[in-house]
């Protein structure tokens, strides 16, 4: 049986804000993966269940490789329609925030949902929460945003009501954050979570060849040209690093999402334990996306915020740097030679 993540007070707290909403926003980072929209897509489900309509908004586009999940043409960009998502934030009463721990990481969005009057709850499991939130809802030690909702929904009796568009985007939420269940999901109670999601007839291998399965002939050609070509490998530290450029993105008419889990294939190298991806963001310059991942006990989010302006989960992590790509790859360097030491051993 899984443990109450709420206390009795605080789960009446979640309820009373509930009931006394009418305009209820939910929303999450920008850049969505798979975890923050299928948090928000899941737990706008309960709302629905519970006869509370909500209005799904993201801070702008997300990987074309989600859009097979239930109620995503429902789902607002902030970036197409600002003016329509402007007034919804005026007058909501409150805005569930899902799957980020500071408000900049709803980048151009952030002014309108500090300056609404909503009130907020936070979910969400990153470390280091930073959002004013009447509830905080913060346990980093959790695979996932998606793995939150779920307890919570199990915990305010919703579950058993609930269909396949409850539960096919917190799987899908909670199986991309954890690539596939190989990092951050070594707790039993994932996989008792996973055991009743399938209680509801979502089919798990279309979910899987649905986000992983999905590329175009195009994104193939470029994984495989930046893994042949660009990989840099340092066996004596066993770490990795890779680059991609505007100019090899447009040579591969990359769309976001092309470059998703690129970043793990490093990682089936024997020995390795450290693998960072730098992608040169392809409409502003000096701005370079940074991603790690790492096995074991290696703290690729110590790296994170160390050299990348990031953080994240200790074998799953991300950042950014305002530089050229070239000098990004020196910083990733600069950042292997760092922790040398941990790496070898």
């Known amino acids: 049986m899984l443990k109450d993540l709420l206390s009795g007070e605080q789960a009446d707290q979640l309820r009373s804000l509930i009931d006394e909403s009418q305009n209820i926003i939910v929303t999450c980072h920008t850049n969505a993966d798979g975890d923050a929209l299928g948090s928000c897509l899941g737990w706008a489900e309960y709302l629905r269940w519970l006869g509370k309509e909500s209005t799904i908004i993201v801070p702008d586009q997300y ?23 402007d007034l919804l934030f005026g007058v909501a009463d409150l805005v569930f925030c899902l799957d980020f721990n500071v408000t900049s990481r709803v980048a151009d969005m952030e002014e309108a949902l500090c300056t609404c009057k909503a009130r907020r709850v936070l979910i969400d499991h990153h470390l280091g929460p930073d959002v004013p939130a009447e509830l905080t809802v913060s346990h980093p030690e959790m695979s996932s945003t998606s793995e939150i909702v779920f307890r919570l929904v199990w915990q305010l009796g919703g579950f058993d009501e609930l ?17 596939g269940f190989t990092f951050n999901s070594k707790s039993p109670d994932i996989f008792f979570i996973i055991s009743q999601l399938l209680t509801k007839g979502i089919d798990k291998d279309k979910i899987y060849r649905n986000v992983y399965n999905n590329y175009s002939a195009w994104a193939i050609r470029m994984r495989g040209y930046i893994m042949c070509q660009k990989l840099n490998v340092f066996d004596d530290v066993h770490a990795s690093y890779f680059c991609i450029s505007r100019k090899e993105m447009k040579e591969f008419h990359f769309v976001k999402g092309d470059a998703e889990g690129l970043v793990n294939e490093p990682l089936r190298i024997k020995g390795m334990k450290l693998s960072i991806s730098l992608r040169e ?60 030491d941990m790496l070898k051993c």
């Open 63 to 85: 990987p074309d490789y989600l859009m097979w999940m239930p109620n995503t043409e429902k789902v607002m960009r902030y970036d197409k329609r600002k003016e329509q998502a």
């Open 281 to 340: 963001d392809d409409r502003k310059d000096n701005l370079v996306w940074v991603s790690l991942r790492s096995v074991d006990s290696f703290p690729c989010n110590k790296m994170a915020e160390e050299f990348f302006n990031g953080g994240g989960h200790l074998n799953a992590s991300g950042g950014k740097l305002f530089c050229s790509l070239a000098e990004a790859e020196q910083i990733a360097r600069q950042a292997i030679l760092h922790f040398e």
């Open 163 to 179: 269909h396949k568009h409850f539960a096919a985007p917190v799987y899908c939420g909670m199986m991309t954050d954890t690539g």
